[in-house]
């Protein structure tokens, strides 16, 4: 069966762009319909020939917007096959939508003055997709509402994981459950978040920080709620304060190229490569204006989940990149204000929990976006890097998938790990007050004890009554356990 839309421009023009994740093909229908991945179309609805342009409408109309395979099908469209639908058309919306697309894509200006009587009509359809801050455009009469803007932009379809997800409002319950905790549960609690989310940060690059190392990153999670917005300067000094080797410690954006390696050899070994320098900085400058433009005007968990995989994607340090990522989401949720006080979401603990998620949604985008790269090995310490794609492929991605995984880690930070914390201090406090109402045992002791119980599910081993025989009565131990055991019992 013949593909059309968006699969015919990307086979038939031979696109350098990521293949469309859903497929529209002519097939024994009466109407447009989803059939699994398929996009399944009549006959008499399919576009007649072979018509760049008219593949465009069609997929502009049923297809939603592909920024970028139609950054590439627009250069190929000559100007006057527009003007000439123009004057059969001159306010059909797909028309508009492809003519400001095409003026905006390509940089020219078509000769074409005369007013559009229409009303605005957004780019991206809220109802499919998450929209952004609008911008007008007077001459086609079509709002940009995009993650972004028509230099880079994030595509964020309206899924029904991510709208369960969205209608948790799990950074409000997350405000909600920190306010009903004693105050210096909560201190304990926000403490216990960010060590453990610095350990677990670099646990997810099979990195074991130093003491020092830890303390600098604990400070840099603090450095969020500071509200400062992003800017090179700023983010050369995060990635400074992450970064322990001198010789790593970055003084702008990369100027040359850097890649992810996963341990084979050759370049069978390079799993992924971002931009290359110059593109990698025009990208930075976009993805920065979106994080300190559209935080407090695009739900902040969106807003991190864009920052964070988009900052990823461009690699804009040779060493850092992973830590830093992390850290924006907590910056751009302080950013926005959907975090006060403090309050730190264990993302990374959780993500550390879900690794293989994790590394999926990152490779939505970067397993393709290898394909288009050229790798010679040329001996133990040298690669040569040729990019074979077009820049369409990093100025526009489509981030549904790190933005759902981040939504479901935020969700998994909330109701798993500081639920799972703030349980096991509330107990630890209460056996600790019962032993110290009934025995004399040293304040040390008694910690740890407590500690290696709750966390042995309610037993205190052999091992451990041996090392503290001789400092702690053998019926604490017993007590201990009892202790723990009810109050997991209730749990």
């Known amino acids: 069966m013949p593909v059309v839309g968006y699969a015919y421009l990307h086979d038939a023009l031979r696109l350098k762009a990521i293949a469309p994740k859903r497929v529209a093909m002519v097939k024994p229908v009466t109407r447009v319909s989803m059939i699994g991945d398929c996009l399944a179309v009549p006959q008499s609805v399919a576009p007649k020939g072979n018509s760049t342009l008219e593949h465009i409408f069609f997929a502009l109309k049923h297809e939603g917007i592909n920024l970028g395979i139609l950054a590439q099908a627009l250069e190929s469209v000559p100007a006057e096959e527009l003007l000439e639908e123009l004057d059969k058309a001159p306010n059909s919306v797909f028309v508009r939508k492809a003519c400001y697309l095409w ?72 405000k909600t459950f920190m306010a009903t905790l004693p105050a210096e549960m909560m201190d304990r609690a926000i403490n216990w978040a960010y060590l453990h989310e610095t350990r677990d940060s670099f646990a997810i690059e099979k990195e074991e920080p130093s003491e020092e190392k830890s303390r600098r990153f604990v400070q840099l999670l603090r450095q969020a709620h500071d509200g400062r917005e992003l800017s090179e300067e700023y983010l050369v000094e995060l990635q400074n304060s992450t970064v322990s080797n001198p010789f790593d410690k970055a003084a702008l954006f990369r100027h040359e190229q850097n890649h992810l390696h996963n341990g084979l050899r050759g370049a069978a070994g390079v799993s992924y490569i971002p931009p290359e320098p110059d593109l990698c900085r025009e990208l930075m400058d976009e993805l920065m204006r979106f994080a300190n433009q559209s935080s407090r005007k695009v739900d902040p968990l969106v807003a991190a989940a864009v920052t964070a995989f988009g900052f990823v994607f461009l690699h804009p340090f040779m060493d850092g990149n992973g830590r830093l990522s992390r850290f924006l989401i907590h910056q751009t949720l302080c950013h926005s204000g959907a975090l006060e006080n403090g309050l730190l979401l264990p993302v990374s603990v959780a993500m550390k929990h879900e690794e293989s998620n994790y590394l999926a949604a990152l490779k939505e985008f970067s397993q393709p976006a290898r394909d288009f790269w050229n790798v010679t090995w040329l001996d133990a310490e040298q690669m040569a890097f040729e990019f074979i794609g077009h820049p369409s492929i990093y100025r526009f991605w489509d981030a549904t998938r790190c933005v759902e995984f981040t939504l479901q880690m935020a969700r998994r930070a909330l109701e798993v790990e500081l639920r799972e914390e703030t349980d096991f201090l509330d107990r630890y406090d209460r056996i600790i007050k019962a032993v110290n109402q009934r025995y004399d045992v040293r304040g040390s002791d008694l910690s740890k004890l407590v500690m290696m119980c709750l966390d042995n599910a309610g037993k205190v081993s052999r091992h451990r009554r041996k090392q503290f025989q001789y400092s702690v009565p053998e019926a604490v131990f017993e007590f201990i356990e009892a202790e723990a055991g009810r109050l997991l019992a209730d749990a």
């Not at 894509?105 to 009303?119: F, G, H, K």
């Not at 780019?123 to 009469?141: A, K, S």
């Not at 880079?152 to 991510?162: D, G, H, K, M």
């Open 103 to 174: 003026e905006g894509l390509t940089n020219q200006r078509l000769d074409y003055e005369a007013s559009v009587n229409s009303r605005f009509l957004p780019l991206f359809d809220p109802e499919r997709y998450i929209t952004g801050p609008t911008v007008r455009n007077t001459r086609w009469r079509i709002e940009f509402n995009g993650l972004g803007s028509l230099r880079y932009c994030a595509t964020v379809e309206r899924t029904s994981e991510l709208e369960a997800l969205l209608s948790l409002d799990i950074l409000g319950r997350a």
